[in-house]
């Protein structure tokens, strides 16, 4: 597609329990895919674009990791596209652990 960016880095399908919080509210949704620089969550709650945001990653094995991001793309789609078109939220990462980084390589 025209004007669309080139990512830096390819995108790995994997479903991770996500857990944030959001307007003192807990919430939750399941990995997309996942990148070093960033992740996109399915989630019936959708934060603004622009939202800075920490959320917990489940990793296998009972582990977890706290990753810190601003928000660049939230959308919902209409329910009759839902099995096809994934409802939910594009996480820049600005913070990672090294736990995240080591969790990636071994994919």
Request: avoid cysteine; glycine fraction near 8%.
């Amino acid at each position: 597609m025209a004007g669309r960016k080139k990512r830096s880095f390819e995108r790995t399908k994997r479903r991770l329990l996500v857990e944030f919080n959001l307007g003192g509210a807990n919430y939750s949704g399941f990995t997309n895919d996942i990148s070093p620089t960033g992740l996109f969550v399915r989630s019936n709650r959708l934060p603004d674009p622009g939202t800075a945001l920490a959320v917990s990653l489940h990793l296998p094995e009972g582990k977890h990791v706290v990753l810190r991001g601003k928000v660049v793309r939230s959308f919902r789609v209409p329910a009759a596209l839902s099995r096809l078109i994934p409802s939910g939220f594009a996480l820049q990462l600005s913070d990672s652990p090294e736990d995240y980084f080591q969790f990636l390589a071994s994919l």
